[in-house]
């Protein structure tokens, strides 16, 4: 209690803290059992036995109950037992889909789980949020969100965000030095860090102090734990569909009711069949089949990297027109290499790939440097050296390569310290990192100390640094007017060739600079150039050919030269054969948005700009109607990031990048990202099927009996069937379409519209014509086998009975696709294009889910106890069931002929 009071020692004591090495394994077990696991305890879960019984809370499930009800005390048993044995099926299966549906979901949770930085003997390790113990000593930096209360005891430029505990919206600096009342509130303990709060800058090390239910945090989880996430804005469009939709249902089935007793069919029996009908047209599983379909979608994008964090993020990479990328990392390789160098006046080379330890550096005329005699060369590595918060990990000497714990530009400057063969000069100074490196800022700076000397380091770009070194230090050691065109030349030149330019810069001092002086300082000495090479992914370049096949445009947003981004940009064919149109940041910072807005469509890179100009960039796109993807891994990106359409953070971002994104990208490579978009047009496609389905068979029900009771016949399907059949087809047949393939290659269709219809009138007009084929077939066969065959009413009922039930099942092959058939390529539009068929193999769910559903219909006629139920006493010969194969197979048939006729018309008429 009132950690925030004591003095740090007392804090370090109380804990058995050990702010350098950090806690041994040991420690952290004894801690663990004393604090438990650093996680709140999750919401009070509903028992499985009251979910299951909330999936009867449901319009339908009532009309049902009272239908069973009725029956049961005014007609036969039989069926209301019929009833209840679909209602408890329907559940049943509900309840299941539903269950594994919210397993799949929480497991894509626990794929960006948070994570925490410390140190444990002696070592930095990224651990589980949730394995922190009192006693940790945690490291934090810009963009983390911190994961458990914790004393601060080093900082640099540390600012938090702490407005969800506090309602203030500036950030709060951190000073582990201050002398606070035992009474301050939680706003003034600015030697605290808190869980749940954002690090917006600078970075700290502190001890952790509370976790669990011992943090601040815990004392509104209850409000944030019961916060239940939006559904996305498709989910409310098919549940608002289906509300309307079913209303209309109800409306018929009514009018239907009405004229089958005015033409004097018994009230009970039509009230019976309204019933029937009604729940076997209304798609009341069609909200439960897009949660379903969604679900295993985005299973299916988690195994190729692609997590997603919000529904809305699945539906809109469907739609996406633009995206905007980040270069390092996700369309390059980040495996950093210094293959050049200008210092003391000269341009040098280094040999030696990625982080591998051999290599040296060479002159242009291919002579060895010779460090000792080359003052400004000497400098320039110990800058890069010194000037760093990566290191270096050995894995041994037969290993060719370092492993590398941090940045990969540092690590660059580290590998080309050690080639060079001045890396053991590291134990010979005290470092201090006064200034992290900051995108808006666009450099770092280290204050390092040997003896009685100080020195301030620096490195960042040239835009920062150039001007205010008035001076550049020679080979020989000596200091000379710095020569600005020849620099600016040189970096060109470097930057023409793809490669990264950092510039190195010193300057001694009488003493250790504050954090501002360091920032300010001015009179610096340039040291050198360095020259990085980050190779372009050979697979991004397919991957954006792909996205510009598909009418997705790719622009490339960095804080690289104009130049290096341009080349990369062009290696990677980001605007095709052409040459990438670029605007750099100081261009983009002086135009007013009318001005950007005119370049902003056009322009394929946007270099040296800083995350406040990614959001206007955004914003501008957008009033083009455009939708917008955007990466990020900074906590400035976030702005952006929530202003785009969907958000794409990166696996090796912040937390702050991650929590207000769409999708996090696992392995940083725009290929999942490209992976993505494919898939959230698969799994959009396979939504429409999905659709399509039931309302055919809704329909393809609702005219069967409608027409029988407008013409006055005897009806063919009756209220138990009726209910069979739902069960039958609905209740197991839209699942497996969620599993559908890609058909084709959907990357070679532009996006869709924002605003495009579920349903287009193609689809529309599939629909209707294959409810009327099933309505014709069915009332022909009922007919053909009263009349022709004379058998009793019950027999040709059982007989129209199955003819709807296998129309249905067949038909779910039909909802596959309207434009490939099932049984050979159909032309295309081009000469010589042809499109290539689906087969029933191609979904091994769907083949069996139909195969059982056959097997269930056989047994509703042939098993007697259910027969009984069914009303189907009446056994069907061989010869009844190949004409019900006959006519109900009728369907794929004339779909297979519809969609030829189409693909024929599109070819000819259509050129």
């Known amino acids: 209690m009132n950690i925030h009071a004591k003095p740090l020692q007392n804090v370090v004591q109380d804990l058995s803290a050990n702010t350098t090495r950090g806690l041994t394994e040991a420690e952290v077990q004894k801690a663990r059992e004393t604090y438990g696991f650093n996680e709140l305890p999750p919401p009070k879960e509903t028992p499985m036995w009251l979910q299951f019984l909330q999936e009867f809370n449901d319009p339908i499930m009532y009309i049902l109950i009272a239908a069973g009800i009725v029956n049961a005390l005014v007609a036969e048993p039989k069926d209301a037992l019929v009833i209840a044995f679909v209602v408890i099926l329907n559940t049943v299966v509900g309840f299941v889909q539903e269950r594994r549906a919210e397993s799949a979901l929480q497991s894509l949770k626990k794929l960006t789980a948070p994570t925490a930085r410390v140190v444990r003997n002696g070592q930095m390790v990224e651990i589980p949020a949730r394995e922190l113990v009192c006693g940790d000593v945690l490291l934090v930096e810009s963009g983390t969100r911190i994961a458990a209360d914790a004393r601060v005891y080093e900082v640099s430029t540390l600012q938090v965000d702490e407005s969800m505990l506090t309602g203030e919206s500036l950030a709060v600096t951190k000073k582990p030095d201050a002398v606070l009342d035992e009474y301050a509130p939680i706003g003034d303990r600015i030697n605290m860090l808190f869980a749940g709060t954002i690090v917006q800058r600078g970075r700290g090390k502190a001890i952790v102090t509370g976790t669990g239910l011992m943090t601040e945090f815990s004392k509104i989880s209850t409000e944030i734990q019961n916060a239940d996430e939006n559904e996305s804005p498709l989910q409310e469009r098919l549940e608002g569909f289906g509300k309307y939709l079913s209303i209309g249902i109800v409306a018929i089935v009514v009018l239907i009711f009405v004229v089958g007793w005015l033409r004097g069919n018994s009230p009970l029996t039509m009230a019976l069949t309204a019933i029937g009908l009604a729940v076997s047209a209304i798609p009341e599983g069609l909200p439960m089949s897009v949660t379903i379909t969604l679900s295993i979608g985005m299973r299916l994008m988690a195994k190729r990297n692609a997590v997603i964090r919000k529904l809305v993020a699945v539906e809109t990479l469907g739609s996406t027109n633009v995206i905007c990328s980040d270069k390092t990392g996700t369309l390059t390789r980040n495996q950093m290499t210094t293959v050049k160098l200008f210092t003391g006046g000269a341009e040098w080379s280094v040999s030696g790939t990625g982080y591998d330890k051999k290599g040296e550096i060479k002159d242009i005329a291919g002579n060895a440097a010779n460090t000792a005699q080359n003052l400004a060369l000497q400098w320039f590595l110990r800058t890069g050296l010194l000037c760093t918060e990566t290191r270096l990990k050995d894995a041994g000497n037969d290993a060719p390569a370092f492993e590398i714990v941090g940045d990969p530009t540092e690590a660059a400057l580290l590998v080309l310290a050690h080639k060079a063969g001045v890396d053991g000069e590291r134990e010979d100074w005290r470092v201090s990192v006064d200034l992290p490196f900051e995108s808006e800022r666009q450099f770092m700076g280290v204050t390092a100390q040997k003896g009685d000397k100080y020195y301030i380091l620096l490195k960042g770009s040239m835009e920062r640094l150039l001007a205010r070194s008035p001076k550049m230090m020679a080979a020989d050691g000596s200091l000379q007017p710095i020569d600005a065109e020849l620099l600016q030349h040189q970096t060109e030149k470097f930057a023409s060739e793809g490669l990264r330019v950092l510039l190195l810069a010193m300057k001694e001092v009488p003493h250790a600079p504050t954090e501002e002086e360091l920032e300010n300082a001015q009179d610096l000495v340039f040291v050198g150039l360095a020259a990085i090479v980050d190779p372009a992914r050979a697979e991004a370049r397919d991957a954006i050919e792909e996205c510009r096949n598909a009418g997705i445009r790719v622009k490339m947003i960095t804080g690289d030269h104009a130049k290096t981004a341009q080349a990369i940009a062009y290696d990677l064919r980001l605007a095709g054969d052409e040459k990438p149109d670029v605007l750099a940041g100081r261009e983009l910072e002086a135009m007013s948005d009318e001005e950007l807005y005119k ?313």
């Open 599 to 911: 370049r902003v469509e056009t322009t394929d890179v946007y270099a040296r700009v800083s995350p406040t100009d990614k959001l206007r960039i955004v914003k501008q796109l957008q009033k083009y109607n455009l939708v917008v993807a955007m990466t990020g891994d900074g906590v400035n990106d976030a702005p952006a990031l929530k202003q785009a359409d969907i958000g794409i953070a990166m696996g090796s971002g912040t937390d702050v990048a991650k929590d207000v994104s769409g999708m996090v990208i696992m392995d940083d490579n725009f290929v999942s990202i490209a992976a993505a978009v494919r898939r959230g047009r698969v799994i959009f496609s396979n939504l429409r099927h999905i659709l399509i389905y039931i309302l055919t068979t809704s329909l393809g029900g609702v005219l069967t009996v409608a027409s029988s009771v407008f013409l006055g016949i005897p009806l063919p399907v009756l209220p138990a069937q009726l209910l069979w059949i739902n069960l039958v087809t609905d209740g197991t047949s839209t699942f497996p379409l969620a599993f559908e393939k890609e058909h084709g290659n959907v990357m070679k269709y532009k996006p869709r519209k924002r605003d495009e219809a579920l349903l287009s009138p193609r689809m529309i007009g599939h629909i209707i014509f294959c409810g009327i084929c099933m309505m014709l077939g069915t009332l022909a066969l009922f007919y053909y086998n009263v009349n022709i065959m004379q058998y009793p009413l019950v027999k040709a009922q059982t007989a129209a009975f199955c003819t709807l039930a296998l129309f249905q099942i067949w038909n779910v092959q039909n909802s596959r696709s309207l434009e490939r058939s099932l049984f050979w390529n159909l032309p295309g539009r081009k000469t010589g294009e042809s499109v290539e068929k689906i087969s029933f193999s191609d979904n091994l769910p769907l083949l069996g889910v139909m195969i059982f559903a056959m097997v269930m219909q056989i047994g509703a006629v042939e098993i007697p106890w259910i027969d009984g139920l069914l009303d189907t006493p009446y056994s069907l010969s061989m010869q009844d069931w190949m004409r019900i194969l006959a006519v109900s197979f009728s369907i794929i048939v004339v779909v297979e002929i519809e969609k030829l006729v189409l693909a024929l018309k599109n070819k000819f008429v259509g050129k």
